[in-house]
């Protein structure tokens, strides 16, 4: 017997647990990710708004996750949605002052530049601001990503909604320790890759900053 | 051509950054506005290209006024050049210089190749093109900011302060290669800086702005030293404003003399009847290829020895008797411990010296004479060369092994001069 064969209370297989983790935590930040742009875009150009922004998506950060399922139980019922809303939230917290960080790191001398060049604003954005960025950004990815894998554990509670986690909940009710052990190194090892990969995108989406130190 | 038309720039706080400027800048020269800082020179020359709006009055670039077309498109016809290069980080230097043609529509091959040409124009090595600019020096990052502004040819030119965030040698290099540059593309150039001399050196006509955007001068740089308009323009042009004006007038027309000029082998004899024959209180000795050793005595010499044996007096630094100024030729005189100056040709051979009473003989001259400065170069060739011949003979003299590279280096800076 292979330590990856599961018992079958676990209702699922390894690869199924992996692939519903890697589903849902890193949906969950591509999509925080896809929300943090405009909210940030929007916070560096009215600097006024970023206050309260930063304030809001903090408070939400503080909200258990516990609370938030059964909350979102009565609306999304027992499906993968619900451990991925509360996932998106939770990432907000570290992309938006991430994309934030990352625009107002645009040396003025440059947004100047690329407007005297006749840059129109979209094209600005897309072409000058946010690869400029781009470093800063997938630093804060990557935290939201590894801490969204960790997260998405919880989801276990509601009944294997919770990839790896689902290990650690039957493991724990079938007195089983090996399971909580499987789960918690395939955790870190998922974790541990997925931040490897994120880094080496970050070195092929910015060659320019390869040897500069990269903002954490 | 820039036209100012009353132009006034005031914020909404009641600041007035720019108060009803009138001026124009003229096809194919640089014009420059140079005034304290809080005088809105910046201002003024972002209203052009509209990264700021005039609040009133109206900016007409080649008779067009700036607000009847789309900000963006009139700026990809504008280029600009800023303080600190303002390169885009994540872009190579051929991709930073191909920026405006690719917005233009530009195909990629076309775009690189144009940027290229721009390259070499600008004395960047081939090299660099793959580089980022975190990987130039402040001065090559400065030049490739130039060829970015340069790449779709654009008639007008504005330049923010571009030469200012880097070290002083660096800088002169700059702006020397700038002159060359717009020698060759001609054009129409609004520059803003804060210093006066820089102003001085690049400016076809310089604008005087004082605080509030208040246009005090606009002039030549040889006018505006020689008649400053009122008491501000004359502190601000510094207490050397003399010194600085006779950088307009060129040393060619300079009287210098071969006479005490000696090669480093004279004998004590013949040196002193070379000081005797033109009354001159010191000899220069120059070496075998006519480069200054240094200045001796003729009455201190004694003994047999030959003059480049002696003990030398330094001659401070020369001057480049063809193509410097009165300027260089007075800091020469000023400098030597002899208070006379050592003219030189391209090659660092001697042409001849000058006392600084020549020197400032000359400056009279130059100042009585000149009406219109920038406009006829060469001119005193023809008295010069009647007087160069002369002393040529006095020099053969002087030294008679080498009588053949006396003439040589005499005659060669007129040639240039040609």
């Known amino acids: 017997m292979s330590v990856f064969d599961l018992p079958s209370y676990v209702q699922n297989d390894y690869l199924g647990l992996m692939t519903q983790q890697i589903e849902v935590s890193l949906g969950a930040c591509a999509a925080g990710l896809g929300i943090s742009l405009p909210i940030g875009q929007a916070c560096a150009r009215w600097r006024q708004a970023y206050p309260p922004v930063l304030v809001f998506v903090t408070v939400i950060y503080s909200i258990p996750s516990i609370a938030l399922f059964v909350f979102l139980v009565a609306y999304t019922h027992l499906t993968e949605t619900t451990v991925f809303i509360p996932l998106v939230i939770y990432s907000l917290a570290i992309l938006v002052p991430g994309v934030v960080d990352g625009i107002r790191a645009v040396p003025p001398e440059v947004r100047i530049a690329a407007d005297a060049m006749g840059f129109g604003p979209a094209r600005r954005y897309l072409q000058v601001e946010l690869p400029i960025a781009t470093p800063t950004i997938m630093a804060a990815v990557r935290v939201a990503a590894v801490s969204s894998i960790s997260l998405m554990s919880v989801g276990g509670v509601l009944g294997n909604l919770g990839g790896f986690g689902n290990l650690f909940t039957q493991g724990l009710r079938h007195f089983e320790i090996r399971l909580v052990w499987l789960g918690l190194f395939s955790l870190l090892a998922l974790a541990l890759v997925v931040d490897l990969a994120l880094r080496a995108l970050q070195r092929l989406l910015t060659p320019w900053s390869a040897r500069r130190s990269v903002r954490a | ?418």
């Open chain 2, 1 to 418: 051509m820039i036209s100012f038309e009353r132009v006034t720039k005031r914020y909404p706080d009641g600041t007035v950054a720019v108060s009803s400027l009138s001026l124009e800048a003229p096809d194919g020269a640089i014009t420059v506005l140079v005034g304290p800082s809080g005088c809105g020179k910046t201002t003024s020359l972002r209203m052009v290209n509209r990264l700021i709006e005039p609040t009133e009055g109206r900016i007409l670039v080649n008779g067009v006024d700036a607000r009847q077309q789309p900000a963006a498109e009139l700026r990809r016809g504008i280029g600009y050049v800023i303080q600190q290069a303002g390169l885009f980080p994540h872009r190579t230097i051929v991709d930073n210089i191909a920026t405006v043609p690719r917005l233009l529509g530009q195909s990629r091959s076309s775009a690189r190749n144009r940027a290229f040409e721009l390259m070499e124009l600008v004395g960047l090595d081939k090299s660099l093109a793959k580089r980022y600019p975190h990987q130039l020096s402040g001065g090559q990052q400065q030049r490739v900011g130039v060829a970015r502004a340069l790449a779709a040819d654009p008639p007008v030119l504005l330049m923010d302060e571009p030469f200012s965030a880097v070290d002083p040698i660096v800088r002169k290099g700059l702006q020397e290669e700038f002159l060359r540059i717009q020698a060759a593309v001609a054009k129409t150039i609004l520059f803003v800086t804060h210093d006066i001399d820089e102003a001085v050196k690049l400016g076809d006509k310089i604008a005087v702005l004082r605080q509030g955007g208040i246009l005090a001068q606009f002039d030549t740089p040889d006018r505006l030293l020689a008649e400053p308009a009122d008491e501000f323009v004359e502190q601000f042009l510094g207490t050397d404003r003399g010194i600085k004006r006779l950088t307009f007038y060129t040393a060619d027309g300079l009287n210098l003399l071969g006479g005490p000029v000696v090669a480093a082998d004279t004998g004590t004899a013949a040196a002193r009847e070379a000081a005797a024959a033109g009354d001159f209180p010191w000899l220069l000795v120059v070496d075998e290829r006519r480069r200054p050793l240094g200045w001796t005595n003729p009455e201190t010499l004694s003994g047999s020895q030959p003059v480049g044996k002696t003990r030398l007096v330094s001659y401070g630094h020369a001057f480049r008797a063809d193509t410097d100024s009165l300027r260089a030729a007075l800091d020469s005189a000023v400098l030597s411990p002899t208070g006379w100056a050592v003219g030189v040709d391209a090659e660092g051979a001697v042409v001849g010296v000058a006392s600084q009473e020549t020197i400032a003989d000359a400056i009279r001259t130059a100042h009585a004479t000149r009406a219109h400065p920038d406009v006829t170069p060469g001119r005193a060739s023809g008295d010069a060369a009647g007087d160069d011949t002369a002393d040529d003979d006095t020099a053969a003299d002087d030294t008679p092994a080498e009588p053949a590279e006396d003439a040589g280096p005499e005659d060669r800076p007129l040639e240039q001069a040609r």
